[in-house]
T-cell receptor
């Protein structure tokens, strides 16, 4: 069974610090990985995606992928209270895959 | 910016009643999805739809669920006989498929079964 695992948290960091969110996946056929942010009662919104091993940076966000270790992470630099939300990791098997598998999400709390 | 729209935003229904949740995916997207999120729990895949047919469904998507694309724009999820445990937020999503793998979610339909 394809699984995506995340620590449920809550992860608490002070404002201005780096928040590190981790995700592991079981399906080695997964090719693409996505980070979504979800505020309470709202729909998930895409932060960024990553396909290749290594780092990918977008503003304050950096996604890291290590396919050998089946590990994906998201770093949030200069964390702000508005970053407080649940962060969902999702995996897509391949470019023709139909089903995104979501992790349970990690709750992040950025303390002012 | 194009977006996925869902109606209703909130529906309360009695147990055993039929419910239809409606979605208008992003124009020109080819893949359509329904996900469910029970309060406080993870986002769960229900079904994917491509080329006017179901391409994949989860074990949650049993005989009481059905999907339909009645015209060129709407994508509906029907629950025939609702149960208390069907109370959840239902998200519709769509994906381009033409080199685009990102799925975009609607705002969700909150279903409460009483």
């Amino acid at each position: 069974q394809k699984e995506v695992e995340q620590n449920s948290g809550p992860l608490s960091v002070p404002e201005g610090a780096i928040a590190s969110l981790n995700c592991t996946y079981s399906d080695r056929g997964s090719q693409s990985f996505f980070w979504y942010r979800q505020y309470s009662g709202k729909s998930p919104e895409l932060i960024m995606f990553i396909y290749s091993n290594g780092d990918k940076e977008d503003g304050r966000f950096t996604a890291q992928l290590n396919k050998a270790s089946q590990y994906v992470s998201l770093l949030i630099r200069d964390s702000q209270p508005s970053d407080s939300a649940t962060y969902l990791c999702a995996a897509l098997r391949d470019n023709y895959g139909q089903n995104f598998v979501f992790g349970p999400g990690t709750r992040l709390s950025v303390l002012p | 910016e194009p977006e996925v729209t869902q109606t209703p935003s909130h529906q309360v229904t009695q147990m055993g009643q039929e419910v239809i949740l409606r979605c208008v995916p992003i124009s020109n997207h080819l893949y359509f999805y329904w996900y469910r999120q029970i309060l406080g729990q993870k986002v769960e895949f229900l079904v994917s739809f491509y080329n006017n047919e179901i391409s994949e469904k989860s074990e949650i998507f049993d005989d009481q669920f059905s999907v339909e694309r009645p015209d060129g724009s709407n994508f509906t999820l029907k629950i025939r006989s609702t149960k208390l445990e069907d109370s959840a937020m239902y998200f519709c999503a769509s994906r381009s498929g033409a080199g685009g793998n990102t799925i975009y979610f609607g705002e969700g339909s909150w279903l409460t079964v009483v």
